[in-house]
């Protein structure tokens, strides 16, 4: 729970067959992939090839209001993008989509990723006279499409182009004119999806999740390396990239935590994936005990799986509170260890004179895990063993996921007797990178994802975990040096 | 879930050895109070006999930021409240605490519950000569204590006189120049506890949940009638009206929705009652299921109660969405069959193909329940069977419960078998009153309140599902017609 | 210009034949009294007997919005204030109109002055066990007309009634359910007129200036004592107070400061007032000089008069930066020499090598003064004479004009020479009290205020220039030292 | 007044030699020149060669706040910008200063006036894969200064190659890693001076009136095609610009209206200059009536150089309601006869049975002069002459004003005797555009504008007048359709 790692973005795009106000479908689609990214949101507005922009550092629910919606007006495609939560007014500019003019006309983009030659990229467009308003990848994609545009016959051609040139993680949502374009890298590091509207609407989305929130059906997974394109109705896929790779390299941590429980990704349940992940665990790390309790929200599902494959009670014994928000204000130092009861607490009636297994889905730098060990001790119980249903985490993430760094990562510092001992548990079991990717196994119907004949092999990136990346990695890491 | 019954608020009151930010402690209490009322919310500080108030509309963090507390400043003595949520500019007024000055100087109140006899008092009051700048009883509160304060040598005194004027439903924080007092009705309609800080200091709560947060130790409930003066730091009972009604008539359905299950509310906890209602639906209503599903977040311990007696599997099958907030824009009526799926949303795969036993807090107007059956049987369920944890809403509630019309409640328009169609179950059973008295008897120690020799037998208010009320009601039950 | 005297308050009253948005007409009403009082404003409104009201600090511009007018709706009376500034959350509760209950229903008053019997019956009142909420008089002027109205008939006998009890200034308006009430004190200290709009509607202010707003016609002054009474659409006037002392004692500082200069009071136009202040400046204070400089806005018009009568041209030589707003920062203690630059720019090409005149209205702290003098200086002029277009500030005041404290009035402190020369002119003159009174009686056509054959003789409150208090002044001087 | 004629911007920039709260200057120096653009404000400082930016829609006090100047921290150069008014959240992006990275690294852009040759730039830009964000020009010009700077030794070479490029209007303020360089096209049709704080700061700024306000020295006039560079505290002019046209093209109405009183642009007092123009519009139009009164507030010096001439007395007729701000609710459609109401006022005492000569600094709609003449002659004005300080406006300007369009521009509808009869005067009088070019010549010390042996021909821009554009004009003058 309330751990320091941050997906970098979801996306969400949609293609009616007239004019409307998509705007409000996007509003809600983004904000089912709110907890993507809560620093900033963005809905661009396509009306007779004219679009129209707004976007704001908040939540959806901030940036977005009435006037807004009458600002954006009506239109038949509309794209959004959430972006991650980090602080300080100077990245507004980063936020997306986002809207630029090129010799073709307009353009908008909305990116979840990262790539990992940006920064080769930067340098060689800065070097043809390129400028930069941003610090952001979608602004190098821009440039790189736009680039590509100029010799090419359409905006896919150009798109098609360009990712032989960008590099790394990325699920694409782009309008034109007079198209909508939704991409996925070839390794397929992000998740994306389609579903469709009962009045032919194509929507795309980061997650499945969103669909059932606009009333959209659930059509497919894009592809790794797929180019779907929407004109005049018509969808279209371009699958010049797909089969590139030997595998996909679907992000791990997305069944393990960013992803909504209700999200299926290349054809596999969040949900599922976590309750099985509690279940491995229970296997990995079994322990005689008299109740498992999950850490709200999301050690939940793995909580339950657990406590079905260990026959032992599954209890509901540390509630949330739904009211501590964004200007909720943190107690003062004075109060620090009294940081967690803000946001959690036991029921002392379920866990008093018990023998607890504690579940949650990570430990990052391990003091929000000794504050809830605490508390569920203070609550009386006779026993507290830690079961975290997500291997370690050792290295740094080049794909979008903003892990902290090495110095506070807690498993790079201390061994695992250590960890136990300082978070102050009984006994402390991590999920395994083995376990994970046989439950990923075990719920794909097949080996490979497919559509209408063509197939990617499946295959799992777990470098945050064993540090096996499966790319090249950018050889300087460093954030770009100068604010925009 | 999201019913239309609203508790009327929670007080939280500190008395503390010396002067210290106790603004903040009152801020974070009040925050696990914001269940009770999410409309407004206020804080009044004393330091030096000086007491200052801040109060508005909205939620405890909107109210209140940096500079709301160095407006407060420190003090040694402190309460707070939040009321309820409607809507409207015009309601600002009625805000607490109540701040006023009288003959013996200045007094703060925050009040929970409902007097009966309020227009009476109003009237008598008026026709002394007094003005009313609210409508709200906390006023009427107000007059009758100073009243009695003309002709007593103490505030306490005053406040025990005034108890045999004002009749019905009240938890009271008060606080003088130099006192902090906490009193509850005779018939302990509200809950009232007392806990204690490591520094020595005093808190009154209307929950006990507010305790761990601030990381207070909880001593005991306030019993029915008492009334506890702290002065110069000394806690002193007046028993004057322990007693003095037969037993006492504590709201059901604060252990049914109202309290956060964490609570433990005259001894009984509000997390184990809600199991044992699960358990006791699986009795009255059994039903041959595949699952059991709670709809979150106030149906998840019902849920887990029924599938533990029945040895049906609880399932994680809802999902809340957290980013719902009072900012949120609602679906437009042609968008309005999916309001419910802003706030939850299915999982198919732990639904799909699976006869449910989906387990809410209550029926009101039928319209969110129809909605969620819908989404669970679109989500694959073969059968759906419901379950009540309260008996059905029948009648009005005079003590501080804002229960919609009986216009809008279906329970009073239609049999149950009309409500379960209306609603689209397979089957449906609410949990008897009876049902809900054995558990509350089975969950008492003893039949008894009691507290260094002073007691109180147990009762329940049942008032709103059959009809008993266990005082006169108002003669005359329209709101005010003023608008203040 | 820019001084620390303010006005306390403004009030504005509307009855219309017929309901409309009346809160709309009271709002720009309020606009051109918002010099009267910056601090806070509010607007009841009074549809079929009930009162809505809505009140907040800030500026009339801040405080409504489309929102606000959609709360308080239409209705057939409105009634309006605006308060002055000083700053502090707390003071919320002292915003007005104040809208109460009492026995025979609604009333909602808004009051521009300050008794000066206040405490003594605040004291009364609470040993009757009256209780307050407010630290304003207003509530004292509530209660003391509520209590009245238990024996009086009807709700102008109870004011009639009242204005004996109460003592000092107060220029009052009054809404009850069917009746909008006007009166002014027996010796007139605030102004108070009425006007007419078109429709039919009868309208009262402060000030005049207000009804060109809102394109209503002047008809007249309220006279001192004066109780003006509209129901049904007639207008009555009770004139039991009329006469009751031997003249009036209007607030001379109307004239000279706080009234914008478009305003007739008591048939006197403020700006005639100032210009002839300014002739009876360079009379008694002549000086050869260059040229004439006000200081904007307030020193501008007696410059002019300055100018005519001395012959000297008058110039443009200070000019006034409309930008610097509420939420301006002003500059840090290191800039704090150019504090006055912010507000303030000179003309050196009119200024340059110049023998100036520079009027200003008055001299509070100095420190102001000192900084204008000095740009003018730096500006390039050779001799500077300030001219002050009213007397020095010597006393407190009682009647709701806030002045700073004694410790602070450089008038109270130095002599004149010492003035001179901590503000760095070359010459110094201040008008006399009598130079004042003078050109009263000059711009007055009759010794008396008339209406209708009721007559009052004219007077003038000078008290804070030669401590000449027309009325006992209050024992105990201090502000009620508790919070609300 | 309040005329619909906006001019562009106002940029304001300084060098310091060491790092200080330099954003907190350019506040102060914005304010100031806030008159010249009230829709969007902007900073950039630079601290150790790192730029951070924070703009925004709104007044400078609007976007500065002490949260945001503790987000750009300290520096030891910043620039800043002010941008005209209009709406819609949409151009939130064209804010400025813009910052940019590019292959030398950041720089930050400050830009006030028009290009003319904007449109091919952005062709030929975009024909090379340049993508652009804003529709602003100061895009354009990134580009090709970031262009030029590909093949030239540093940053200024590649301003002084840009300036053979863009064509038309512009001050622009330019902000590198270690440089401030200012610059002003070769016609110099916008303002831009220096001015020097006694540390040894340098300032720039649009208008010199910004100096006094914090407290800086004027310095001189930046010449017409100059380039001021400020590195390592030095300070160097490139000057190959500079004489490039036969003589300048200074904007005629920055000292008809645009600029504030008490600036001096090359060297010639807008104060001075509409002081003149009252003399000459006496001698153009002369009358005879008895009093002279100005529109508030830019109509005043005019009005004053009128009386002067004519011997007619000057007086103050016209009150401006300083409370009109951006938040004010303006009067609906059943009102609007009274929207002049709202901010302005006649004074009776004044006007009543005069004849009035009236001085306004122009007409563009007609509409609000007719409201004017309306109030005067409500307030008993016997006759109107209207008597306007500048020629009437006939055509569009390409330089940075955003002058009505044509079909709105009442000159180019309506003969003179047509509009006076319209607006409902007497009489009506424009100045012509001989008259105001003489008076500039006669305040011009001499007919070139020079410094350090460099010398320009003054000339001015009266193409809005006249028609007679100093340059090529844009072949297409639509603005760009897309909205960014």
């Known amino acids: 729970m309330y751990n320091n790692i941050h997906e970098e973005c979801g996306v969400f795009g949609i293609y009616k067959p007239h004019n409307a106000d998509v705007a409000k479908t996007v509003y809600y689609g983004l904000n089912s992939l709110q907890h993507r990214g809560e620093e900033a949101a963005g809905i661009a507005v396509n009306k007779d090839r004219i679009i129209k922009c707004v976007k704001d550092l908040g939540l959806v629910s901030d940036v977005f209001d009435d006037g807004v919606f009458d600002t954006l007006g009506d239109g038949n495609m509309a794209i959004g993008h959430v972006r991650y939560s980090t602080s300080g007014n100077s990245t507004k500019v980063n936020a997306q989509p986002m809207l630029i003019k090129h010799i073709k006309g307009q353009m908008a983009l909305a990116h979840n990723g990262n790539l990992t030659n940006s920064l080769e990229l930067r340098e060689e467009l800065e070097q043809k006279g390129c400028i930069f308003h941003t610090t952001s990848d979608t602004e190098v994609i821009s440039y790189i499409i736009t680039g590509e545009r100029l010799n090419s016959p359409s905006i896919e051609e150009a798109v098609t182009k360009a990712m032989y040139k960008i590099k790394g993680a990325y699920s694409l949502i782009l309008m034109s004119p007079a198209k909508l374009i939704a991409a996925r890298d070839p390794m397929g590091f992000k998740p994306l999806c389609m579903g469709e509207m009962s009045d032919g609407s194509i929507v795309f989305s980061s997650e499945s999740c969103a669909f059932a929130t606009i009333g959209a059906k659930f059509v497919r997974d894009i592809l790794p390396g797929e180019i779907v ?58 322990v005689d005990a008299d109740i498992v309790i999950g850490v709200p929200d999301s050690g939940l599902e793995a909580a339950r799986g657990f406590s079905k494959e260990a026959g032992i009670p599954y209890e509901i014994g540390l509630i949330k509170n739904k009211y501590v928000g964004r200007s909720f204000i943190a107690p003062d130092q004075g109060m620090r260890v009294d940081k967690v009861h803000m946001k959690l607490s036991s029921v002392s009636s379920v866990i008093k004179g018990k023998r607890v297994v504690l579940i949650d889905d990570s430990i990052v730098r391990g003091t929000t895990s000794k504050q809830i060990v605490k508390m569920v001790r203070d609550a009386g119980a006779k026993e507290i063993h830690m079961r975290i249903s997500s291997p370690p985490f050792l290295n740094p993430c080049y794909y979008g996921t903003d892990i902290d760094s090495k110095d506070n990562l807690i498993a790079c510092k201390y061994s695992l007797d250590e960890i136990r001992d300082y978070i102050g548990a009984d006994s402390l079991g991590y999920l395994s990178v083995d376990a994970a990717l046989s439950i990923l196994h075990k719920l794909s119907e097949k080996d490979y994802l497919e559509h209408d004949g063509m197939k990617v092999d499946r295959g799992y990136c777990t470098a945050c975990f064993d540090g096996k990346y499966p790319t090249d990695i950018p050889k300087e890491t460093d954030k770009l040096r100068f604010e925009i």
């Open 229 to 286: 394109v929407i004109e005049n109705g018509n969808i279209r896929t371009i699958n010049e990239h797909i089969g590139r790779v030997s595998h996909s390299s679907m992000c791990l941590f997305e069944y393990i935590y960013f992803s909504r429980p209700d999200s299926i990704l290349d054809g596999i349940s969040a949900h599922d994936f976590r309750e099985n992940a509690g279940r491995s665990l229970s296997i990995e790390h079994p």
